[in-house]
C-alpha cells in the first residue's frame, strides 16, 4: 500500500497470505485478531433496525453451522452449494464448508431453476442451502432431474405443507438443521492450492463452465487489491453485489476480511439508495449500472430545473474535473480551482450526500464505464477507479490507483500479476490468481491456459509506455451487460432462430441493463401468424405493437429458457427489410455484420432503452 495514500499506517492489519495460508485460515485469523470489532452489519427485519456481529459472534456461528455440515458425513472435497442474497449466514455457511475442506459454489438467486440443476449436476452437489421454502418450490417442478443431493436446508421458516411429505427427509430449515451447541471451529484444509470454490460462468455452448479456484488464487489476488487499494479497518463497505459474482466474492468479501473492515449488507437494490443514507459507506464497489443510474437521476433532475441550476453543475464538474488532471500530473493549474471549496459545498456535496457522503472512492468493474459517467463523479470529487478482471483470474487483473488514475484505462496490473499482448493483440494473464481449470472440461481449459500459464483473456486490448491497460474489443462475440453478466450472443441468436417465425435475429446490449433482440420475421410464416393471433397486418397503433411485442418475447422466452435468468431479453423490435449481401449487412459468407446492422437500426435500438 502506498505510503502516500495512507493517513492511519498506525491502524493498518492486513492478514498476510502466508499467516492465512486459507480462505477459512484468513477468518481464522480475523477472529483472533479482533474478536470484538463489529464485522458485519444487517437489517434485523424483526427488530426494525441495522444490527451488528462481531468477529467472535461469527465465529460462534461458523461452529454451529460446521457441527450441523460434519453429521452429512461429507468427506474434504465433496461440494456444497449456496442460493441466497448476500448475508451473515451466507459466510457462515461458506466458512463452515471450506474450513471442513468442502468446495464451495455460488449460485445466483434469480436464476432459472432449470440452469442451477444443471450447475448442481454438472459439479454434483451434496448439500444445497436456500434462502426460501418458495426457492424449493421452483425445484421442485423438476427435482427428477436432480439426482445427487442429499440434504436441503432453507434458511427462512418453512411454511405449512411447502414441503412434499416424501422429500421431508431431505428438505429442513435451518432452525432445525443446525446444532444447538459446537465445539472449536475446526480448520482442516492445509494446502493453499487446494481447490475452494467452483464459479460458474458463461461460455459459448449456451452452458455455462465451472472456473476452478483455489484458496491460493483468491488470496493472492485480495492481497494484490490491497496493495494498490487503500481499504483500512476503519471503512465501512455496504454490500449489494451478488456473492455469486466474483467480483464482489473477492473484492466485496475476502479483501475486507484480510484489511479488517466492515461489511453492511444491502437490503434489495430498489432499497439501495434508503440503505446507502444508513449505513453511509465510506468505499463502494461496483458494476457501472449502479453508477449510470444515479447519472441518469441527477440528469433528469436537471432537465427539470433552471438552465441556471444546469450552467452551475456542469462548472462545477468542469472545475472539479481540470483540478483532478492536475493533481494526476497531467493538466495546468488554473485560478477556478480556487473555487472548488465553494462548488463543493454547494454543488457536489449535495449529490454525493445521496450516496451517504462519506465516500472517499469508488470501484467500478465487470464492465466498461462509459467515460462520461466516471468524469461526472470524478468532477464532484468522488474518485471512480475503475479495475479489470474476469471470473477465471479471481477476478482482479488490473486496477486505477488513486495517484495514478487513467478513466479511459482499466489501470496497471495489480501486483504479483504479468500481463501481455498476444496474436490479434489479445491481452494474456500470468501470476497466482489464474484458475485450476475448468472442471470436467480439460479441452476448455487448453483452450484458453497455455503450457506456461498464460490465460487468454479474449478481449482485445492496447499496453501504453507506463504499462496502462486500455480494452479496445473481443476477440469473441460476447456481450458484457452494465451489470457486469457476459453473453454470448451467436448462442442465444442460434436458439430463437428454431422458432420458424423468426427468419434473422440480432441481439443486443453491451453496456445496457438488459438485452433486446432485433428481429426479422419470416416472411411466408407472417400471414398466419397475424392470423392466429388477430393482428392487424399493418400493425397500425401503439397497442398493436405492443401485443406483437409481447407475443414474440413469450416465443423467445420458450427458446431460450437454457440460458441464464440475467440473460432475459426484455425488448424486440421488428425490422421489415431483411439483412442481406446486397445491402451490406452480411458478409459473402452469410454472416452479419454486427456494426452495420447496429448503426442501420440506431434509431429502433434507441427506442428499445429509451428511459433506461
Same mark, same amino acid.
Given at each position: 500500500?502506498?505510503?502516500?495514500?495512507?493517513?492511519?499506517?498506525?491502524?493498518?492489519?492486513?492478514?498476510?497470505?502466508?499467516?492465512?495460508?486459507?480462505?477459512?485460515?484468513?477468518?481464522?485469523?480475523?477472529?483472533?485478531?479482533?474478536?470484538?470489532?463489529?464485522?458485519?452489519?444487517?437489517?434485523?427485519?424483526?427488530?426494525?433496525?441495522?444490527?451488528?456481529?462481531?468477529?467472535?459472534q461469527m465465529n460462534q456461528?461458523?461452529?454451529?453451522?460446521?457441527?450441523?455440515?460434519? *453429521?452429512?458425513?461429507?468427506?474434504?472435497?465433496?461440494?456444497?452449494?449456496?442460493?441466497?442474497?448476500?448475508?451473515?449466514?451466507?459466510?457462515?455457511?461458506?466458512?463452515?464448508?471450506?474450513?471442513?475442506?468442502?468446495?464451495?459454489?455460488?449460485?445466483?438467486?434469480?436464476? #432459472?431453476? @432449470?440452469?442451477?440443476?444443471?450447475?448442481?449436476?454438472?459439479?454434483?452437489?451434496?448439500?444445497?442451502?436456500?434462502?426460501?421454502?418458495?426457492?424449493?418450490?421452483?425445484?421442485?417442478?423438476i427435482q427428477h432431474e436432480?439426482?445427487?443431493?442429499? #440434504?436441503?436446508?432453507?434458511?427462512?421458516?418453512?411454511?405449512?405443507?411447502?414441503?412434499? =411429505?416424501?422429500?421431508?427427509?431431505?428438505?429442513?430449515?435451518? *432452525?432445525?438443521?443446525?446444532?444447538?451447541? &459446537?465445539?472449536?471451529?475446526?480448520?482442516?484444509?492445509?494446502?493453499?492450492?487446494?481447490?475452494?470454490?467452483?464459479?460458474?460462468?458463461?461460455?459459448?455452448?449456451?452452458?455455462?463452465?465451472?472456473?476452478?479456484?483455489?484458496?491460493?488464487?483468491?488470496?493472492?489476488?485480495?492481497?494484490?487489491? !490491497?496493495?494498490?487499494?487503500?481499504?483500512?479497518?476503519?471503512?465501512?463497505? !455496504?454490500?449489494? !453485489?451478488?456473492?455469486?459474482?466474483?467480483?464482489?466474492?473477492?473484492?466485496?468479501?475476502?479483501?475486507?476480511?484480510?484489511?479488517?473492515?466492515?461489511?453492511?449488507?444491502?437490503?434489495?437494490?430498489?432499497?439501495?439508495?434508503?440503505?446507502?443514507?444508513? %449505513? #453511509?459507506?465510506?468505499?463502494?464497489?461496483?458494476?457501472?449500472? %449502479?453508477?449510470?443510474?444515479?447519472?441518469?437521476?441527477?440528469?433528469?433532475?436537471?432537465?427539470? +430545473?433552471?438552465?441556471?441550476?444546469?450552467?452551475?453543475?456542469?462548472?462545477?464538474?468542469?472545475?472539479?474535473?481540470? #483540478?483532478? /488532471?492536475?493533481?494526476?500530473?497531467?493538466?495546468?493549474?488554473?485560478?477556478?480551482?480556487?473555487?472548488?471549496?465553494?462548488?463543493?459545498?454547494?454543488?457536489?456535496?449535495?449529490?454525493?450526500?445521496?450516496?451517504?457522503?462519506?465516500?472517499?472512492?469508488?470501484?467500478?468493474?465487470? &464492465?466498461?464505464?462509459? =467515460?462520461?459517467?466516471?468524469?461526472?463523479? %470524478?468532477?464532484?470529487?468522488?474518485?471512480?477507479?475503475? +479495475?479489470?478482471?474476469?471470473?477465471?483470474?479471481?477476478?482482479?487483473?488490473?486496477?486505477?490507483?488513486?495517484?495514478?488514475?487513467?478513466?479511459?484505462?482499466?489501470?496497471?496490473?495489480?501486483?504479483?500479476?504479468?500481463?501481455?499482448?498476444?496474436?490479434?493483440?489479445?491481452?494474456?494473464?500470468?501470476?497466482?490468481?489464474?484458475?485450476?481449470?475448468?472442471?470436467?472440461?480439460?479441452?476448455?481449459?487448453?483452450?484458453?491456459?497455455?503450457?506456461?500459464?498464460?490465460?487468454?483473456?479474449?478481449?482485445?486490448?492496447?499496453?501504453?509506455?507506463?504499462?496502462?491497460?486500455?480494452?479496445?474489443?473481443?476477440?469473441?462475440?460476447?456481450?458484457?451487460?452494465?451489470?457486469?453478466?457476459?453473453?454470448?450472443?451467436?448462442?442465444? /441468436?442460434?436458439? %430463437?432462430?428454431?422458432?420458424?417465425?423468426?427468419?434473422?435475429?440480432?441481439?443486443?446490449?453491451?453496456?445496457?441493463?438488459?438485452?433486446?433482440?432485433?428481429?426479422?420475421?419470416?416472411?411466408?410464416?407472417?400471414?398466419?401468424?397475424?392470423?392466429?393471433?388477430?393482428?392487424?397486418?399493418?400493425?397500425?397503433?401503439d397497442q398493436q405493437r405492443?401485443?406483437? @411485442?409481447?407475443?414474440?418475447?413469450?416465443?423467445?422466452?420458450?427458446?431460450?429458457?437454457?440460458?441464464?435468468?440475467?440473460?432475459?431479453?426484455?425488448?424486440?423490435?421488428?425490422?421489415?427489410?431483411?439483412?442481406?449481401?446486397?445491402?451490406?449487412?452480411?458478409?459473402?459468407?452469410?454472416?452479419? *455484420?454486427?456494426?452495420?446492422?447496429?448503426?442501420?437500426? *440506431?434509431?429502433?435500438?434507441?427506442?428499445?432503452?429509451?428511459?433506461?
Amino acid at each position: 500500500m502506498n505510503a502516500s495514500q495512507q493517513e492511519h499506517d498506525g491502524m493498518i492489519d492486513i492478514i498476510p497470505i502466508e499467516k492465512a495460508k486459507t480462505l477459512d485460515g484468513l477468518f481464522n485469523e480475523r477472529v483472533q485478531r479482533t474478536p470484538d470489532k463489529p464485522a458485519y452489519r444487517y437489517f434485523n427485519a424483526i427488530s426494525e433496525e441495522w444490527t451488528d456481529y462481531t468477529w467472535v459472534q461469527m465465529n460462534q456461528f461458523v461452529a454451529r453451522w460446521q457441527a450441523a455440515l460434519e *453429521k452429512e458425513l461429507l468427506v474434504p472435497g465433496d461440494r456444497v452449494a449456496v442460493m441466497m442474497k448476500n448475508s451473515p449466514e451466507w459466510v457462515m455457511f461458506e466458512q463452515a464448508a471450506l474450513g471442513l475442506g468442502l468446495v464451495v459454489i455460488p449460485l445466483y438467486t434469480d436464476d #432459472r431453476v @432449470e440452469n442451477a440443476a444443471y450447475v448442481i449436476n454438472d459439479a454434483d452437489v451434496k448439500v444445497l442451502l436456500l434462502e426460501n421454502a418458495h426457492q424449493w418450490q421452483q425445484f421442485l417442478t423438476i427435482q427428477h432431474e436432480i439426482t445427487g443431493l442429499q #440434504r436441503v436446508i432453507i434458511l427462512r421458516p418453512l411454511e405449512p405443507d411447502c414441503v412434499n =411429505p416424501c422429500d421431508k427427509v431431505r428438505v429442513i430449515a435451518a *432452525k432445525d438443521w443446525l446444532a444447538v451447541q &459446537a465445539s472449536a471451529v475446526k480448520h482442516i484444509p492445509a494446502d493453499p492450492h487446494a481447490l475452494a470454490t467452483i464459479i460458474y460462468t458463461s461460455g459459448t455452448s449456451g452452458r455455462p463452465k465451472g472456473v476452478m479456484l483455489s484458496h491460493h488464487n483468491i488470496l493472492s489476488n485480495a492481497l494484490g487489491c !490491497l496493495q494498490v487499494i487503500p481499504v483500512l479497518p476503519d471503512d465501512l463497505l !455496504l454490500s449489494f !453485489l451478488p456473492l455469486s459474482h466474483t467480483f464482489e466474492r473477492t473484492s466485496g468479501y475476502y479483501v475486507p476480511m484480510m484489511a479488517g473492515a466492515v461489511i453492511a449488507y444491502a437490503r434489495s437494490i430498489p432499497q439501495l439508495q434508503e440503505d446507502l443514507l444508513s %449505513i #453511509r459507506p465510506t468505499l463502494l464497489i461496483s458494476v457501472p449500472r %449502479i453508477y449510470e443510474r444515479v447519472f441518469s437521476g441527477i440528469h433528469v433532475k436537471l432537465a427539470e +430545473g433552471s438552465g441556471l441550476a444546469r450552467w452551475l453543475f456542469n462548472f462545477a464538474v468542469d472545475v472539479g474535473y481540470s #483540478r483532478f /488532471e492536475y493533481r494526476q500530473g497531467r493538466g495546468h493549474w488554473r485560478a477556478s480551482h480556487c473555487l472548488w471549496p465553494l462548488l463543493k459545498k454547494v454543488v457536489a456535496d449535495k449529490v454525493l450526500n445521496k450516496l451517504g457522503g462519506r465516500l472517499r472512492f469508488a470501484m467500478s468493474g465487470g &464492465a466498461a464505464l462509459p =467515460p462520461q459517467v466516471s468524469r461526472v463523479f %470524478i468532477g464532484l470529487g468522488l474518485p471512480i477507479l475503475q +479495475g479489470y478482471g474476469m471470473t477465471e483470474s479471481s477476478p482482479v487483473v488490473c486496477a486505477n490507483r488513486l495517484d495514478d488514475n487513467v478513466p479511459s484505462s482499466v489501470g496497471l496490473p495489480i501486483p504479483g500479476v504479468k500481463v501481455r499482448l498476444g496474436e490479434n493483440n489479445a491481452l494474456l494473464i500470468h501470476g497466482p490468481n489464474v484458475m485450476l481449470g475448468y472442471w470436467n472440461n480439460p479441452e476448455a481449459t487448453k483452450a484458453v491456459i497455455s503450457s506456461d500459464g498464460w490465460l487468454n483473456s479474449g478481449d482485445i486490448a492496447s499496453i501504453d509506455e507506463q504499462g496502462h491497460v486500455t480494452i479496445t474489443g473481443r476477440l469473441k462475440e460476447i456481450i458484457v451487460l452494465s451489470t457486469g453478466e457476459k453473453v454470448p450472443p451467436a448462442d442465444m /441468436e442460434a436458439a %430463437i432462430l428454431r422458432d420458424p417465425v423468426f427468419e434473422q435475429v440480432m441481439l443486443i446490449g453491451e453496456a445496457r441493463s438488459y438485452l433486446s433482440i432485433l428481429a426479422v420475421l419470416n416472411r411466408t410464416r407472417w400471414q398466419d401468424f397475424i392470423a392466429q393471433h388477430g393482428l392487424d397486418g399493418n400493425l397500425t397503433g401503439d397497442q398493436q405493437r405492443q401485443q406483437l @411485442e409481447a407475443i414474440l418475447l413469450e416465443r423467445i422466452a420458450l427458446q431460450t429458457s437454457e440460458f441464464p435468468g440475467y440473460a432475459k431479453i426484455r425488448r424486440v423490435a421488428v425490422i421489415d427489410e431483411p439483412w442481406s449481401v446486397e445491402n451490406g449487412l452480411l458478409t459473402p459468407t452469410l454472416k452479419l *455484420k454486427r456494426g452495420k446492422v447496429f448503426e442501420k437500426h *440506431k434509431t429502433a435500438i434507441d427506442r428499445l432503452y429509451a428511459g433506461h
